[in-house]
């Protein structure tokens, strides 16, 4: 069996970014991944300003608390400020442009406003108290997003805050989904004899639409050679990745090795991970093809297989160059005696003491596990567990973002 790193080589040494990029607005880019960096033509702040609602001044203007200045302007944000006279005091509000002369700003709690106009400042200030500078958060010209980032609601922000309306960014991957099996049917059918719904579309289709992909969603086919070849034929038509789930073994029911060989390249191979041994990796179609990749039927082992697997493939279709998963380190407040020879993913949830407690039952077809858990124990091969022990912690959500 192959480790999982070297699969993850094999798997992702041919892969090349997309080339093609869209310029779409700003509003409309959270989740894409940029194209094109985004270079800021201003200083941000534009100038220097308060962040403070106060009275802007000159220091050596107040030796001593107490000290009364007359009041000979009054800035709100967004308005022009007036260079400050000396001697005097501006009333100024959170993020008003600093007038010219002033060098600190004295928040309004420690001053007076008196019945002749002027103010009374309590406290002796300190030059550049309360000043925002020019340029502090941002320089003009410099690169604040870069091509490959993927655009977060904050990073939307930046690009906003240096007038950026439209992002260049890359096209989304065009992925093909369908599952294999006799057996499936969907919520809603009635549920014959021997049958089970197909949760695994459900799963798999949400996993590809939030790793910021297009999904066309092919249904199930009929575990038929035939059918198999015909549904493999039509994903490959203006597809990046064909995904699939469920019939990946070499059993008489098992028509993906065959179908996928006979339409194109096919590597079979055992992953040395539990849950999900078996993945399927190759092509469809010989001109130009299509990559294929094939996840075991049973839910959790594709829901794992596919995080592990599919997931940093589309990031790198993307051009994301960051796509493994942050591990940290925390408490085992659980056993886990049985060793295996293969790498392991355990379902856990963080508890109240900053440990870690184990679901029950870790069979890779219990999807309950999935959902009570909020990520995973990677457990090395051939590794017992005894609580106390300080293992490696991958949370769902950073898998997922």
Not at 4 to 20: F, K, N, V, W
Not at 25 to 35: E, I, K, M, N, S
Not at 106 to 127: K, T, W
């Amino acid at each position: 069996m192959l480790t999982l790193d070297e699969a993850l080589q094999r798997l992702l040494e041919p892969i090349r970014p997309l080339t093609g990029s869209e310029s779409v607005d700003t509003f409309a880019a959270l989740g894409r991944v940029l194209a094109a960096p985004v270079v800021s033509g201003l200083d941000v702040p534009p100038a220097d300003n308060t962040s403070m609602d106060g009275y802007a001044l000159r220091c050596a203007d107040v030796a001593a608390g107490g000290t009364v200045l007359p009041v000979s302007q009054r800035i709100p944000a967004g308005q022009p400020a007036q260079p400050l006279s000396p001697g005097t005091a501006a009333r100024i509000f959170t993020g008003a442009q600093l007038p010219d002369g002033a060098d600190a700003v004295v928040m309004q709690e420690q001053c007076e406003a008196l019945a002749d106009g002027s103010v009374r400042i309590d406290a002796v200030p300190s030059s550049g108290q309360w000043i925002r500078r020019r340029g502090e958060d941002v320089m003009r010209g410099a690169e604040v997003l870069r091509p490959g980032d993927r655009l977060t609601p904050q990073a939307l922000g930046l690009a906003a805050s240096v007038g950026a309306a439209s992002l260049q960014v890359l096209r989304r991957p065009r992925v093909a989904l369908f599952s294999t099996g006799d057996e499936l049917v969907m919520p809603g059918e009635p549920l014959r004899p021997g049958a089970i719904y197909n949760s695994n579309r459900f799963t798999l289709r949400a996993l590809i639409e939030q790793a910021g992909c297009e999904c066309s969603d092919l249904g199930i086919v009929p575990d038929r050679l035939d059918a198999t070849r015909d549904a493999l034929r039509r994903a490959a038509q203006g597809h990046d990745l064909i995904v699939t789930s469920g019939g990946v073994s070499v059993g008489e029911e098992d028509h993906l090795k065959p179908a996928v060989e006979a339409e194109g390249r096919l590597d079979l191979w055992q992953i040395a991970i539990k849950p999900g041994k078996p993945l399927a990796f190759g092509a469809v179609g010989h001109e130009e093809p299509t990559w294929f990749i094939g996840l075991p039927g049973n839910p959790v082992s594709s829901f794992i297989t596919f995080l592990l697997a599919v997931r940093p493939l589309l990031l790198r279709l993307q051009g994301v160059a960051e796509w493994q998963p942050r591990s940290v380190p925390m408490r085992a407040d659980f056993d886990w005696p049985r060793a295996d020879r293969r790498r392991e993913f355990l379902r856990v949830r963080r508890n109240g003491d900053d440990g870690l407690d184990l679901f029950g039952n870790q069979s890779s077809g219990v999807l309950t596990s999935a959902v009570w858990g909020d990520g995973v124990v990677d457990n090395p091969p051939g590794q017992t567990i005894r609580r106390g022990d300080v293992v490696r912690y991958i949370a769902f959500s950073d898998w997922m973002s």
